[in-house]
């Protein structure tokens, strides 16, 4: 039995909110509510009163839920254009960024002296090892420095 727009009490005098799913919305609607079917017709919740009154009561916020999942479902069917081109502005944005992010790697590859490079740590760690007099250490960190100078 009707009693109100979109609110029905069933055969157990139990009243629930029942919306129609436009055609065109009810394939988007099944993705916003997460639900196995492929479509969605109809929108119904029970409110689980057999109190008149207080159902008109409860029926509004379930109304407002059902048009905030149809809004939804409308939002999924707007196409959003794919961009094929940047402006010089994006492209300078991004440029800067790449540049910022090779200046901090080369200054903490500059601070610790080896970098995150396990080749060139073991390089340096030979290399040190092997050369056990002083003039060869001093050597060898005068190249260190130039090469983290000239970079």
Not at 49 to 66: H, S, Y
Not at 113 to 137: L, M
């Amino acid at each position: 039995m009707r009693v109100g727009m979109g609110l029905i009490k069933n055969e157990h005098g139990v009243f629930h909110v029942r919306r129609k799913v436009p055609k065109l919305l009810e394939a988007a609607t099944a993705r916003v509510m997460d639900v196995p079917k492929e479509r969605v017709s109809w929108l119904k919740e029970t409110l689980g009163t057999k109190d008149e009154k207080q159902a008109r009561v409860l029926a509004k916020p379930v109304m407002m839920k059902f048009d905030r999942i149809i809004a939804q479902a409308e939002a999924l069917l707007i196409e959003h254009p794919v961009r094929t081109e940047l402006t010089e502005a994006e492209i300078k944005r991004i440029a800067d960024y790449f540049y910022a992010h090779e200046l901090g790697a080369d200054e903490a590859l500059r601070e610790e002296g080896t970098g995150s490079d396990p080749g060139f740590a073991a390089f340096i760690v030979s290399s040190w090892k092997r050369g056990s007099s002083s003039k060869h250490r001093s050597m060898l960190l005068r190249r260190m420095a130039l090469a983290c100078r000239t970079g």
